[in-house]
């Protein structure tokens, strides 16, 4: 079965630091990978996407890697804001009609 | 440029009411899909669209029906709501290479 893993499910840091969250995939023949933000009682912002034979993309304090051997992908937000703090949703792609979700990490960054 | 719009935001039904959601896109896509999100299990895909006139079934269709009479327009139906089906609706359009999915702003339905 194909499943999408974010951990952690919740992370509470302060202002300023480096941060990594983390997405893991049981099924690497993958066609792409999404990285979404979403704030609470709104819709999913696409943050950023990796295809298939890319390693990772970068915008702005964003930087996404992909690793399909192992099956995970990171999203690294430099110098974190309170303006970061949203749920972070990893989807990963299998065809036009399968792009699975994983449950979020929730992340809240303090002043 | 709108985007991915939702009709309504917002929606109370009593159980065996029916109802109409509505997502319209303007970027000519020719994907389409619907989606609930529920706490804890993340979104699931109800019905999707691979252009105008088609429909197919995703993860969760039961109880849904769909139309996508217009390629900018896709309709998510519930015929006799049930309070399962209390959720968070979206709807996302995608486009050619490189698949990237856009979302609406969400419809938050409750079924008592």
């Known amino acids: 079965k194909q499943e999408v893993t974010q951990i952690p499910a919740a992370l509470s840091v302060p202002e300023g630091e480096n941060l990594v969250l983390n997405c893991s995939f049981t099924?690497?023949?993958?066609?792409?990978l999404q990285w979404f933000r979403q704030d609470p009682g709104k819709g999913l912002t696409s943050l950023l996407l990796i295809q298939s034979s890319q390693r990772e993309q970068t915008s702005g304090r964003l930087n996404a890697s992909l690793d399909k051997s192992s099956g995970r992908s990171t999203l690294y937000i430099a110098a974190s804001q309170p303006g970061d703090s949203a749920t972070y949703l990893c989807a990963v792609g299998y065809n036009t009609d399968k792009l699975i979700f994983g449950t979020g990490t929730r992340l809240q960054v303090f002043p | 440029n709108a985007g991915v719009t939702q009709t309504p935001k917002f929606r109370v039904l009593k159980t065996g009411q029916s109802m109409t959601l509505l997502c319209a896109q303007d970027m000519n896509h020719e994907y389409m899909y619907w989606y609930r999100q529920d706490p804890g299990m993340g979104l699931r895909l109800i019905h999707y669209s691979v252009g105008e006139g088609t429909t197919a079934k995703g993860e969760v269709p039961d109880g849904y029906n769909v139309s996508r009479l217009k390629k900018q327009n896709f309709l998510l139906g519930l015929e006799s709501a049930a309070p399962s089906q209390t959720s968070v609706y979206f709807c996302a359009s995608m486009g050619d290479s490189p698949y990237e999915q856009y979302f609406g702003p969400g419809t938050r339905l409750t079924v008592t």
């Open positions: 099924d690497s023949a993958i066609y792409n």
